[in-house]
């Protein structure tokens, strides 16, 4: 409901928001097919009303006995003659576990501003993702899977994903498989290489192996094998 009030309220400012909110673009998909730029993150939740977020696992505490717990926020502290200043950052998954996904870094003073920007940023971050069946031992046809092999890389930590038959799960790292699942990826395997303890760059590496898919060609027959989809539908 709050999100609907906000929603009404709403007053764009810019000429791709107008066209939104007077209902002249119905589609998201369009958007980001004509490599239109969103600078208004009111548009996705305009058109695309059911997105889900998560709050990746970016940072570390103190365990209550030493070592380290992974936790949503990343503290940071620069030292100055006044007093030391503390700095929360986070990092925000948005999709629609129907072929949409966005991520998003954000860094503030306190934590709500810093969520706030991170899921803003995620929003104007949004993507379509192909999904398919692209594995030997199923064939089934269905977007269950990807439809062949990615690879996505930030700073040292590399990711490569490739093609699952149905019942395999997603076989890899907790960041990597909660983006998966907003994207609706249901299986997949991984191998990841480098520094994979720097969850953030680990995160944005799979963000990156998921828009790489396009830049790989395909054939209407492989297409119709495969059962690719991008995005909701349609390639």
């Known amino acids: 409901m709050a999100i609907e009030n906000q929603l009404e309220n709403w007053v764009p400012k810019t000429k791709l928001g107008k066209l939104v909110k007077a209902k002249e673009i119905t589609s998201f998909e369009d958007l980001l097919d004509k490599g239109q730029k969103i600078l208004e993150p009111e548009i996705v939740d305009f058109l695309v009303p059911n997105l889900t977020l998560e709050l990746l696992e970016v940072g570390q505490a103190k365990g209550k006995f030493g070592g380290g717990k992974a936790t949503i926020w990343k503290q940071t502290q620069k030292v100055t003659k006044e ?9 925000a998954v948005v ?6 996904i966005g991520i998003g870094y954000g860094s503030a003073k306190e934590t709500v501003p810093a969520r706030e920007k991170a899921i803003r940023q995620a929003k104007l971050n949004m993507i ?8 030997w031992d199923c064939r089934c046809g269905e977007p269950h899977s990807i ?3 990615t690879t996505g890389k930030m700073g040292g930590a590399h990711i490569k994903f490739l093609p699952a038959p149905k019942g395999t799960g997603l076989s890899c ?3 990597c498989k909660q983006m998966l699942e907003l994207a609706g990826i249901k299986d997949v395997y991984s191998q990841s290489l480098g520094p994979t303890k720097t969850r953030l760059n680990l995160a944005v590496a799979c963000y990156l192996a998921l ?12 297409e119709k094998v495969s059962g690719l989809v991008a995005g909701v539908g349609g390639k």
């Open 147 to 149: 439809p062949y092999k």
């Open 211 to 222: 828009k790489n898919m396009f830049k790989i060609k395909t054939n209407e027959q492989f």
């Open 95 to 100: 999709g629609n576990k129907n072929g949409l």
């Open 83 to 91: 007093a030391p200043r503390m700095k929360f950052s986070t990092c």
């Open 128 to 135: 379509k993702v192909i999904r398919g069946c692209g594995s």
């Open 173 to 175: 790292q907790k960041q």
